[in-house]
């Protein structure tokens, strides 16, 4: 059931601290549009949680993360010089690659339209002259999310912070300004979207290799 995913992509991203302890999360609203799914399908995944006592709602307020005792989380720890960067960003290679060929083959069609909507948003940060970092992490999330699996969700959620501060770090650092790298970097995030929409795993796969090597390339310059 399509409740079922969102509940494990929820319960994914409070197990990641996405949500700390007594916060709010953010609207049905907004949640629905992030998982591309209607208010009541959220509803189902809300209330699943609700009844495990992972969340609880106050009157006029919302939904909020319950403090409860959780598993242990991997602490990767700060990039703590430029060599770890690329250690990062060649370990996020290896992770979203096979990530993007699973969610290709066992995508719904609203996850995949979640993954349109945030290559499309992206687009436009990058297009108004933005440097779309929160977009670019929010894509990549989307293609996470369009696994189902609440283990790789829950594995990027863990590194957005690090994935954050290598896209600055890409953005600002490298010698060719952004709006000159502007097509290149729509243009590779179109080629996965357009191949999960294909369903074509391997060509996605190809798309986010091609995307994440080419980040470190422009980075370092091999």
């Known amino acids: 059931m399509l409740s079922d995913t969102v509940y494990e992509q929820l319960l994914g991203m409070l ?16 949640l629905a549009r992030r998982f591309a799914v209607s208010r009541p399908i959220l509803r189902q995944a809300l209330a699943r949680l609700r009844t495990e006592g ?7 307020s919302g ?4 403090d409860i005792p959780g598993p242990i989380r991997i602490d990767f720890g700060p990039l703590g010089n430029i060599a770890e960067v690329r250690r990062f960003l060649e370990f996020r290679c290896s992770v979203e690659c096979e990530m993007t060929a699973r969610a290709t083959l066992c995508a719904t069609p609203e996850a995949i339209a979640a993954v349109r909507a945030a290559q499309l948003d992206m687009d436009a940060a990058l297009t108004s002259g933005a440097q779309g970092i929160e977009e670019d992490v929010a894509f990549h999330m989307a ?11 829950a594995t990027l959620a863990a590194v957005s912070e690090h994935m954050r501060f290598g896209i600055r770090l890409t953005r600002e650092l490298t010698h060719v300004k952004l709006r000159d790298r502007m097509p290149r970097l729509i243009a590779e995030h179109a080629r996965i979207r357009t191949a999960m929409e294909n369903r074509d795993a391997e060509a996605a796969r190809a798309a986010m290799h ?3 090597t080419s980040g470190i390339r422009r980075l370092f310059g091999s």
Do not use: M
Request: charged content about 30%; aromatic content about 10%; overall charge neutral.
């Open 210 to 212: 091609d995307h994440l």
């Open 54 to 60: 992972r969340i609880e709602s106050r009157k006029g």
């Open 143 to 153: 293609v996470a999310e369009a696994t189902g699996n609440r283990f790789f969700v």
């Open 15 to 30: 197990a990641s601290g996405a949500w700390g302890p007594d916060s709010r999360l953010p609207g049905e609203q907004e």
């Open 63 to 66: 939904s909020y993360v319950r």
